[in-house]
């Protein structure tokens, strides 16, 4: 009980210091990894962590960082950004905290469906009435986001923000499957 005890203390103090650090790279990868062995502790001891504020403030962070990503990320940082995003789920199940990710499956799905679906939309509309695609059929600003293969409807070459939807459980293939086939 005493381990349990100092083990949930110091995660909650990991997590508060992760929540006021977030603008700091080196710093978040850093109590990121304090939290996973912190996750490794628990899990060797046995000790059940029920901190409603470590996985309150955990749902906020990822929720935060997957808006950034969406929304005001750097196109050369986003690989990274995703990493960390995945580091939190993880360690959120490393720490049996049963997190809830509705909040982003509904982020990244509205995501989807108003900003990224009608750009793969429209790089295929580009496809059929342009030859200003790269070699392998993409067009460089959409890159940024989604590497697009040349038999766009029935197949999508695995990017990060696509990977995201794996990730956060939500299922895109439905909606890929019905774009429009290249001309």
């Known amino acids: 009980v005493a381990a ?4 949930s203390n110091q995660c909650i103090t990991v997590i508060r210091a992760l929540d006021s650090d977030s603008s700091d790279q080196q710093v978040v990868w850093s109590r990121l990894a304090e939290l996973e062995a912190i996750a490794t502790a628990a899990n060797h001891l ?8 470590v996985k309150q403030t955990l ?16 196109p050369e940082d986003m690989e ?32 989807f469906h108003n900003q990224f ?10 496809k059929k009435d342009s030859k200003d695609s790269d070699s392998n059929g993409s067009y460089p600003w959409l890159c940024k986001m989604c590497t697009c293969s040349t038999s766009f409807s029935t197949s999508v ?6 990977n995201l939807g794996q990730t956060l459980a939500v299922d895109l293939s439905a909606w890929i499957t019905k774009l429009p086939s290249p001309g």
């Open 59 to 74: 749902e906020k962070l990822i929720l935060r960082t997957l808006w950034q990503i969406l929304y005001d990320s750097n």
């Open 157 to 162: 070459s695995p990017s990060p923000l696509l």
């Open 80 to 111: 990274v950004d995703i990493q960390r995003l995945e580091k939190m789920i993880d360690l959120g199940n490393q720490l049996n905290l049963s997190l809830s990710l509705d909040r982003c499956q509904e982020l990244y799905l509205e995501y």
């Open 4 to 7: 349990e005890i100092a083990i």
């Open 46 to 53: 046995h000790c059940q962590l029920n901190s409603i504020e």
């Open 117 to 126: 679906l009608p750009q793969l939309i429209q790089s295929q509309d580009l």
